[in-house]
């Protein structure tokens, strides 16, 4: 007996979450009472029924089996007193083990004291409880073990106290008791590792979303001051690289081609990073996700006339906005507003970055391109998708 | 912009060390009358000292900018400042009367510049905030019928604003005076104000609310 403590203390069971974890305990602990006032009723019942009618049927053993359950009984209430105490005091190895070894007697015993064929096992589904604790203290694979144990308990009683009546050792009812308590805890021990996962979960979103309060309040308002307040073009820089590395973590790191914002969005921060430009990108907030192909097109679009902005027009501040237009199709208007110097339409011609990469692009999704220049105005590009 | 007049500002923000920050960019033109931590704050101070413009955080404990916006909305202007222009939030606090927002990180000169100016009655919008007010019409005018919706050209000089011209630019560009692009801005801002109050009172009406 003695190693078997260490051995059990050893196991690790699934890390739920302590109040979930004394929720399962004590739902379990009420499950016992339940179980263990219908099981006594079932068996005076029978007594009581048997008795009155002058089948020959008799329960062999009734003082024998009512002290049988009075055992259970007094179990369910020795681990109630160890509840209210401390609940984790209940998933410990003595009173697992003494349960287990109180539910095995009752199942082994049911023939020897009915002694006949009768509808419920003298502890009904009573053991189903220290299978659930067991799944909750180490985990499926003991769970089920003690599952199959039990289940063998109440075969071996078959064998060693045949019934009257001829139903073979071998039958499949037989072997249900088994099948059914190893299926108990294989079921308590997978639920626990569902749970398990999702708190696993949750606790890491809490711990995020703490994080991002916290900086949000703090550092993000001290870079912001940063950026206001110093002359140091370089510190300037910096902080504001670091706001947006850190805007990113904490707002979700998106996939780029989620979404034509999303894209719009990658497009401005690799032209911001290249040419320390500054990129406003103003979505509205019903636009529409848009195809993949339509995506991939503005995003890339968008990309090169940020490169021309700043290449041809010297650029240092744009506008990227987006909106869904009034008429079924197309549906995406976007517009890239520099604030560079601008051209004059009529004298310069288009290169070959705008003339591939933004009209061929958005021409084959089937949109429409507008390009406005006006000298000391700045440039403008109009898509249509 | 003359040396003898000054704004009378009054300067709300939960992070005290923001507030001397923002007090120190202000410079002489402003003369700061009191600063609040939070909105009832803020309240109390602007019906103390009835300053020309109110400088406010967006988030701050108890209500922060949006009840003071609807509070002191009428009693003087009102400037949002914000670290994040995602914010929800922004919507409602112009809505509820604050008459533009800025973001935090503004360097000092255009923060000074916009705050002069917003003082003197101009709307201070930025792209962000166009593409806000014109999404909130869209759906306005989807949702429910008797809402005053915008005119064509003031929906154009929006999408403008949104699409990041100046209003100088969008003046060239319409062929109208810039002070006429500022006057449409502020209808714009009057109408959204005034389709939030009649939701309300529809709202309250509908529920029995005296």
């Not at chain 1, 430009?277 to 192909?293: E, F, I, K, M, N």
């Not at chain 2, 006057?183 to 529920?207: D, S, T």
Request: hydrophobic share 45%.
């Amino acid at each position: 007996m003695s190693i078997t403590p260490s051995l059990l203390g050893q196991l690790n069971g699934p890390r739920i979450s302590p109040p979930t974890r004394a929720t399962l305990l004590r739902g379990i602990l009420a499950f016992r009472w339940l179980v263990g006032i219908w099981m006594t009723v079932v068996f005076l019942w029978e007594i009581w029924d048997r008795g009155r009618s002058d089948r020959v049927l008799d329960v062999a053993h009734p003082v024998a089996g009512i002290l049988l359950l009075a055992c259970a009984l007094s179990v369910t209430g020795w681990l109630t007193v160890r509840y209210r105490r401390d609940v984790e005091a209940l998933v410990l190895p003595t009173p697992v083990l003494v349960e287990i070894a109180v539910g095995a007697v009752l199942l082994f015993l049911d023939t020897w004291v009915y002694g006949s064929v009768h509808s419920q096992a003298l502890p009904t589904i009573w053991p189903v409880a220290v299978i659930f604790t067991v799944a909750i203290a180490a985990g499926t694979r003991p769970a089920v073990a003690t599952g199959v144990g039990l289940g063998l308990a109440r075969y071996l009683g078959w064998l060693i106290f045949p019934f009257p009546d001829v139903i073979s050792p071998w039958s499949l009812s037989r072997i249900a008791s088994i099948v059914l308590f190893g299926v108990a805890g294989w079921v308590a021990g997978y639920l626990l590792s569902q749970q398990e996962a999702a708190d696993r979960e949750i606790s890491t979103f809490r711990a995020r979303e703490e994080v991002a309060r916290t900086l949000h309040d703090g550092v993000l308002q001290t870079l912001a001051v940063i950026q206001r307040r110093s002359d140091d073009a370089d510190l300037v820089t910096l902080a504001r690289t670091q706001e947006l590395e850190l805007r990113e973590y904490l707002f979700g790191t998106v996939k780029v081609d989620a979404d034509i914002a999303s894209a719009l969005r990658a497009a401005a921060r690799r032209a911001e990073q290249r040419y320390g430009l500054t990129v406003q990108v103003v979505c509205a907030p019903d636009l529409p996700p848009g195809s993949p192909d339509s995506i991939h097109a503005l995003g890339s679009a968008v990309g090169e006339v940020l490169n021309n902005a700043v290449k041809h027009g010297g650029a240092d501040k744009v506008t990227v906005y987006a909106e869904p237009t009034d008429d079924k199709v197309p549906s995406i208007f976007v517009s890239v507003k520099d604030n560079g110097a601008g051209f004059d339409p009529a004298t310069v011609t288009e290169g070959q970055g705008l003339r591939r990469s933004v009209r061929g692009r958005i021409a084959d999704v089937g949109g429409r391109v507008e390009i406005d220049g006006h000298p000391g105005r700045g440039a403008e590009v109009r898509m249509w998708v | 912009m003359s040396f003898t007049s000054h704004v009378t500002v009054v300067l709300a923000d939960d992070h005290p060390i923001w507030r001397s920050g923002v007090r120190a960019d202000l410079g002489d033109n402003f003369h700061v009358l009191a600063e609040a931590g939070d909105a009832d704050e803020a309240i109390a101070a602007i019906h103390r000292h009835r300053p020309d413009l109110v400088v406010c955080d967006l988030n701050m404990p108890r209500g922060g900018g949006i009840k003071v916006a609807k509070t002191c909305g009428d009693m003087t202007k009102i400037v949002m400042l914000t670290v994040s222009e995602a914010e929800r939030d922004l919507l409602d606090a112009v809505a509820a009367g604050a008459n533009g927002y800025l973001v935090k990180s503004t360097p000092p000169q255009e923060l000074r510049d916009a705050l002069w100016r917003a003082a003197k009655g101009e709307p201070v919008f930025s792209p962000a905030l166009a593409s806000l007010v014109l999404g909130e019409f869209r759906k306005m005018s989807k949702d429910s019928g008797g809402v005053q919706p915008l005119s064509e050209r003031e929906r154009e000089v929006l999408q403008y604003v949104a699409r990041g011209h100046t209003y100088k630019e969008i003046g060239e560009q319409l062929f109208i005076a810039p002070k006429t692009v500022e006057n449409h801005v502020r209808n714009i801002l009057g109408k959204l104000h005034l389709n939030r109050k009649q939701e309300l009172i529809r709202y309250a009406l509908e529920h029995g609310i005296e």
